[in-house]
């Protein structure tokens, strides 16, 4: 399926190619909402808000600025966190001792438990993955979390980077090349 | 700002999370629509982390999408005979799909069998040369074995030629060495394997004696089969004794352990 095409429908105000958009990333998008809130309710509502945003905004969205589920990613981000400091004003706060302790504290869930290719990094790597990613820490809080030095935290990253993409196989890489060539062929 | 920069302060990450602040971002966006390089750079973080979201995907409840549907149903933003009409290229885009999928398998199965064709060749051209090699020496052996034994096997049916045995005496009791002489040749051999082991300080030296004169007739090393001395004419008698390494010029008469009279 070209998502492309289904982007273009969409803008045209093709509910089903929302829906196409929305079987593909619903999943994607609600695992990392529901990592960040940690309440399932609150994901529910704020998925189906995602969709409802991307469907009003599709025209705000511009695919030369990059992909269209980093777009959706940073809908979901945005609004899972405004809802976050909403629910608890404490949050709005620069406190970081508080934000830590309303989203750190309770228990982990079985949905938090990481998955694929991230499970293979070395643990504080996969740490800084989960923390900046899925749980949506900024940089500056998330290296103060993991008690290291900004520096070293930005180094963490890009390791983190490098192997991630060092260990998605080649066969993927072929086979996106093969979809590019047909599809513009 | 340029790519360096933002590669070295790792501004890409940040901006695709969208934490940089409005002024940061339109500046990453600008070098960004400029740079190809560094937009190389950005989609391939993409496809890392959209690879990595769907593998940690976690199914919402299918309620979601019905209370979406409803929700947009009741909009009526959309004619369904607008979607009813540019369904027939959905079919086509999964044959593409399909096709493209195909071909990537067979591409990755191809090179992954001529891969392990290649593999094995090489390690099958691996073991011949090795194979060859051993070979080689085998010949090697072989051929300086069969040389050995014709030499004596041509010492022993040569008529001319005439093998005496050498004895030890008390001082050598176990000792034996045979010399094949041939006057019409003018040719010593002696086959030394009987005589006992020296020590790395000591050899055997062989003796003509010609009217009382003791004549060097060269060096015998025990870890050869035969060993060719120098043929000393009218000799009396062959005579063996031990010198310290490399030889002497006159024979150590005290250490002489073999004495035959021709």
Request: aromatic letters at 8%; charged letters at 30%; a negative charge.
């Given at each position: 399926?070209?998502?492309?095409?289904?982007?273009?429908?969409?803008?045209?105000?093709?509910?089903?190619?929302?829906?196409?958009?929305?079987?593909?990333?619903?999943?994607?998008?609600?695992?990392?909402?529901?990592?960040?809130?940690?309440?399932?309710?609150?994901?529910?509502?704020?998925?189906?808000?995602?969709?409802?945003?991307?469907?009003?905004?599709?025209?705000?969205?511009?695919?030369?600025?990059?992909?269209?589920?980093?777009?959706?990613?940073?809908?979901?981000?945005?609004?899972?966190l405004n809802a976050l400091r909403k629910s608890d004003p404490l949050i709005q706060t620069d406190d970081l001792g508080v934000y830590k302790n309303v989203r750190e504290e309770e228990d982990l869930q079985d949905y938090e438990m990481l998955n694929g290719m991230v499970r293979k990094l070395e643990a504080h790597h996969q740490k800084v993955i989960e923390l900046i990613y899925f749980k949506g820490y900024t940089h500056r809080e998330a290296h103060k979390l993991m008690d290291v030095p900004l520096g070293t935290f930005k180094s963490y990253v890009r390791q983190a980077i490098k192997q991630l993409r060092d260990h998605y196989p080649l066969a993927i890489a072929l086979f996106l090349i093969c979809i590019e060539v047909i599809e513009n062929g | 700002m340029d790519r360096k920069t933002i590669l070295e302060k790792g501004l890409l990450l940040p901006y695709l999370l969208d934490e940089l602040d409005e002024k940061e971002r339109l500046e990453v966006e600008k070098v960004l629509a400029e740079d190809a390089i560094l937009k190389a750079e950005l989609n391939s973080l993409e496809s890392s982390f959209e690879k990595m979201a769907l593998e940690n995907a976690v199914a919402p409840p299918s309620s979601i999408r019905k209370r979406l549907e409803d929700t947009l149903g009741a909009a009526g933003t959309t004619p369904d005979e607008k979607v009813r009409s540019i369904r027939p290229k959905t079919g086509f885009d999964g044959t593409r799909l399909l096709v493209a999928a195909s071909l990537a398998a067979l591409f990755a199965l191809t090179s992954f069998w001529f891969y392990s064709r290649w593999q094995?060749?090489?390690?099958?051209?691996?073991?011949?040369?090795?194979?060859?090699?051993?070979?080689?020496?085998?010949?090697?052996?072989?051929?300086?074995?069969?040389?050995?034994?014709?030499?004596?096997?041509?010492?022993?049916?040569?008529?001319?030629?005439?093998?005496?045995?050498?004895?030890?005496?008390?001082?050598?009791?176990?000792?034996?060495?045979?010399?094949?002489?041939?006057?019409?040749?003018?040719?010593?051999?002696?086959?030394?394997?009987?005589?006992?082991?020296?020590?790395?300080?000591?050899?055997?030296?062989?003796?003509?004696?010609?009217?009382?004169?003791?004549?060097n007739m060269g060096l015998v090393p025990t870890d050869q089969d035969l060993v060719s001395l120098a043929y000393i004419e009218g000799a009396e008698s062959l005579n063996i004794t031990i010198e310290p390494k490399g030889g002497s010029e006159h024979p150590t008469v005290e250490r002489l352990i073999s004495n035959v009279y021709l």
């Open positions: 399926m070209d998502e492309n095409l289904q982007i273009e429908r969409l803008k045209q105000g093709d509910k089903n190619a929302l829906y196409f958009l929305y079987d593909k990333y619903s999943g994607a998008l609600y695992g990392v909402v529901l990592r960040m809130c940690r309440e399932q309710g609150l994901a529910e509502d704020l998925l189906q808000e995602i969709f409802l945003t991307i469907w009003e905004k599709i025209d705000q969205y511009d695919p030369a600025k990059g992909k269209f589920y980093t777009w959706a990613y940073r809908i979901a981000r945005n609004k899972t | 094995d060749a090489e390690e099958n051209i691996r073991l011949v040369r090795e194979e060859q090699q051993q070979l080689q020496k085998s010949i090697e052996v072989l051929s300086n074995e069969l040389q050995d034994v014709q030499q004596l096997n041509g010492l022993l049916a040569d008529r001319d030629v005439i093998p005496v045995l050498m004895e030890g005496n008390r001082l050598s009791p176990e000792a034996r060495a045979v010399a094949f002489l041939n006057h019409k040749t003018r040719s010593v051999l002696v086959n030394p394997k009987a005589l006992p082991k020296l020590s790395t300080e000591e050899t055997y030296q062989m003796w003509a004696d010609v009217d009382g004169e003791m004549i």
